[in-house]
T-cell receptor, first 115, second 109 residues
Framework: DVKVTQSSRYLVKRTGEKVFLECVQD?????MFWYRQDPGLGLRLIYF???????EKGDIPEGYSVSREKKERFSLILESASTNQTSMYLC??????????????FGAGSRLTVL | GQNIDQPTEMTATEGAIVQINCTYQ??????LFWYQQHAGEAPTFLSY??LDGLEEKGRFSSFLSRSKGYSYLLLKELQMKDSASYLC??????????WGAGTKLIIKP
C-alpha cells in the first residue's frame, strides 16, 4: 500500500524551540508539499518541492524552512516556534506531470502545539 | 483574489442523498478536485473534473460548470462511514491548488 508517512502525529513544543517535521513517501513521486490546516480555513501551502534540493515558497512561508536532500524525504523546519504556528501540518506528494489529475497523496498529519 | 466557497456543515440521514456545493473564483482553471477527510485522518482523493458535466463513480458523482464557476459532489445511499469533511480544490492557471475550507457532513441514523 502506497504511503506518505509523517514521523510525528502529535508534538508539544515551547515557544522558541526548533521543530523538525519529517515526511517520507514511497511512491517515487517528484513533487512534495507541506500544508497547514486550521479550522475554518482551506489548506494553506507553506512550501513545495519539484525535485531533490529544490524548494519553492508557497502562500505562507514566513517562519518556516524546508529541506529535501533525498527524493523520498521532505522536512519542514520551524526555526523558532511561536504560538501562532500551533496547527495541523499535512505533507503530500504527487507525480511529476502537470497534465491530468496529478492527484495528491497526503500523510495523516502532524498536530503541533506550541506553548 | 482567489476564493472557494462551500457550506461549513451539512446534516443528512442514512440512506438518503446529499449534494455539497462548491463555487469558485480563481485566476484561470485547470481542474477541480474533491477530497474526503475523516476526522484525524489524511485527505483522500474522490474525484477530478476538468470538463463540464457529470462524473460518476459508484455512489459518488461530481458535477462541473466552468461558465458558472460551480461544482457539486453528490453522495447517494448515504452510509454512516460517509460522515467526514469534503474538501473542494481548484487548480488555477499556474497549476496551483486553491482550497475551500471544507464541508463537514454529519450522517444521522
Amino acid at each position: 500500500d502506497v504511503k506518505v508517512t509523517q514521523s510525528s502525529r502529535y508534538l508539544v513544543k515551547r515557544t522558541g524551540e526548533k521543530v523538525f517535521l519529517e515526511c517520507v513517501q514511497d511512491m517515487d513521486h517528484e513533487n512534495m508539499f507541506w500544508y497547514r490546516q486550521d479550522p475554518g480555513l482551506g489548506l494553506r501551502l507553506i512550501y513545495f518541492s519539484y525535485d531533490v534540493k529544490m524548494k519553492e515558497k508557497g502562500d505562507i512561508p514566513e517562519g518556516y524552512s524546508v529541506s529535501r536532500e533525498k527524493k523520498e524525504r521532505f522536512s519542514l523546519i520551524l526555526e523558532s516556534a511561536s504560538t501562532n504556528q500551533t496547527s495541523m501540518y499535512l505533507c503530500a506528494s504527487s507525480p511529476g506531470e502537470t497534465a491530468g489529475a496529478n492527484v495528491l497523496t497526503f500523510g495523516a498529519g502532524s498536530r503541533l502545539t506550541v506553548l | 483574489g482567489q476564493n472557494i466557497d462551500q457550506p461549513t456543515e451539512m446534516t443528512a440521514t442514512e440512506g438518503a442523498i446529499v449534494q455539497i456545493n462548491c463555487t469558485y473564483q480563481t485566476s484561470g482553471f485547470n481542474g477541480l478536485f474533491w477530497y474526503q477527510q475523516h476526522a484525524g485522518e489524511a485527505p483522500t482523493f474522490l474525484s477530478y473534473n476538468v470538463l463540464d458535466g457529470l462524473e460518476e463513480k459508484g455512489r459518488f458523482s461530481s458535477f462541473l460548470s466552468r461558465s458558472k464557476g460551480y461544482s457539486y459532489l453528490l453522495l447517494k445511499e448515504l452510509q454512516m462511514k460517509d460522515s467526514a469533511s469534503y474538501l473542494c480544490a481548484v487548480r488555477d492557471k499556474d497549476y496551483q491548488l486553491i482550497w475551500g475550507a471544507g464541508t463537514k457532513l454529519i450522517i444521522k441514523p
